[in-house]
């Protein structure tokens, strides 16, 4: 299936605004049309969202798709005022390229999303995360989840995100990688010595990403398949260091939650448990003991 949009009527004034929509049209027609929403989130994260055209009507034989409920992940806030999408993002027509770079008008580019099909149960994107490191100095992207393999950064493969209760690639060394609680669809990489790029992904349906490494020309090609999920993903252009990206990413979903004291010493887990009489004990200890259970 063909995965390329178009718009015709990208308008350079839509771009100085802090937030801008157009309408996507599929180059074959096989595809409806898609409503692309681009807006300046915060200093230096671009949010890109698309989803069916926002005209109350959905596509014919085309369902709804689920959005993480705000309760989740708020990300309702409104533009930024007095910034503008064009500062970061350069969009080619025909067919539809989304990059995104520092500096209106400036090179290089760190990212772009250049390949999009959407449909009732499939959202697929294509992307590229660009470097100047090459070769030997090349690192390409680390994050999207848990343990998945040694390196800090991805080799080839295919890693899945559904949280399942089983063990990762690092256990089994069988791919693809299986996810045991932690499904992240953010990553990050660094572009130069003083520059670092990350991406977030507000999607919680079950996903797999595909990451090719081009060492000789410093690129990392992406492709993200889920089971459907309004697409909705920001971009952090404006990080020196890693921590810089993980303090842009709080932003976006918040600050991480820290138990209380006594629970961050002890974590009973049910794998050695393998009868009910063996669970009733050990719940009989914790009570006996007077040693709190539940987190």
Known sequence: MDAKYD???????????????????HKTGVLPDLSLTLRVFDEGIINVKWTWPEDGTLPADKRKHFEIPTSVVNTTRASRVGDMVGKHVIIKT???VIQFTQQQGQTPV????DRIIYDS???????NAFTMYTDLAYKGVMGLGERSQQSLFYNDGVYSMWNTDQPPLLDTGVPPSNQGYGTHPFFMWPHSDNKWV????????????????DKVNGVTQLKQVATGGITDIYVMVNSNTPDSVVSYYHRIVGKPFLPPVWALGWHQSKVCLRTLVENQDVVEKYNQYRIPLDV
Do not use: C
């Open 7 to 25: 718009n015709q009527t990208v308008l350079t004034q839509e771009l100085s605004k802090p937030e801008a929509t157009f309408r996507l049209y």
């Open 94 to 96: 025909n067919p539809l």
């Open 110 to 113: 760190y990212f772009e999303i």
């Open 121 to 127: 149960y499939l959202n697929w994107i294509g992307m």
């Open 198 to 213: 990350g991406v977030f992904f507000k999607q919680a349906h079950a996903q797999d990403w595909i990451i090719e490494n």
